[in-house]
């Protein structure tokens, strides 16, 4: 299933996920598409896959979370990059640049109070505000699992983490880059299969699965 009036090039996406992290991405709880980004000085233009969840829309409909069960919301992001030609096949970590991250967010539940020096907050709280009259506010806890491929496409390398395998069964083109420079977007299904390294000193250990169809 894919589409929609003003995203035309949006392929909907579902999937789950296992291991240290267990749970699955509802139908249409994410969406991904094939872009020929516009380059810079520094980066050329290429093409890169990218799939996230809307952060706008409720989490609740788009994942649900077995393990931890406690688990309020998810978020989810890739950004695959270094694509060679807008073609069906199976690409690696090793062949791309970029990164997949699945996260579980929880409720704040940290006591803050009316905290005198915000540079001293308490455990799980972190200053907000204005310069001038920071106060103690309670930080959101995550757990997050990610892959990284040695390079992030925009700013250079990076520590490798885990590994992807993104397949392109199709690939349609939708709307056509303007002029040499300008941006591009595809209609693409295919699967994307991730191994997933827990990156949170607060909790986020372990290996998660992912796999996902689009």
């Known amino acids: 299933m894919h ?3 003003d995203r035309p090039y ?17 139908a249409k709880g994410a969406q991904g598409y094939l872009e020929r980004a516009s380059g810079s000085i520094s980066v ?3 093409l890169v896959f990218i799939a996230n969840n809307d952060l706008e829309a409720d989490s ?3 994942f649900q979370f077995s393990d931890p069960d406690n688990a309020d919301a998810g978020e989810f ?4 990059g270094g694509i060679p ?10 062949d791309t640049c970029g990164g997949v991250v699945l996260t579980a967010v929880f409720s704040a539940t940290a006591a803050c109070g009316a905290a005198s020096n915000p540079a001293a907050c308490p455990p799980g709280c972190a200053p907000y505000g204005t310069a001038f009259a920071p106060t103690c506010q309670p930080i959101t806890p995550r757990i997050s699992y990610q892959a990284e491929a ?16 993104l397949t392109f069964s199709s690939v349609t083109l939708i709307d056509p880059p303007d002029g040499a420079f300008g941006t591009g977007e595809y209609l693409v299904h295919g699967t994307l299969s991730a191994s997933l390294v ?12 992912l796999e996902l169809s689009f």
């Open 85 to 94: 030609s807008p073609t069906p096949g199976t690409l690696t970590n090793l």
């Open 60 to 62: 609740a409909t788009q």
């Open 44 to 46: 050329p233009s290429q």
């Open 3 to 5: 589409g929609t009036d």
């Open 150 to 165: 040695v390079d992030d496409c925009v700013l250079g390398t990076q520590t490798p983490l885990g590994s992807w395998s």
């Open 10 to 26: 949006v392929s909907f996406a579902s999937g789950s996920f296992s291991g240290a992290m267990t749970g699955k991405i509802c």
């Open 77 to 80: 992001s890739v950004l695959i």
């Open 198 to 209: 827990g990156q949170d000193a607060d909790g986020g250990t372990g290996t998660t699965e």
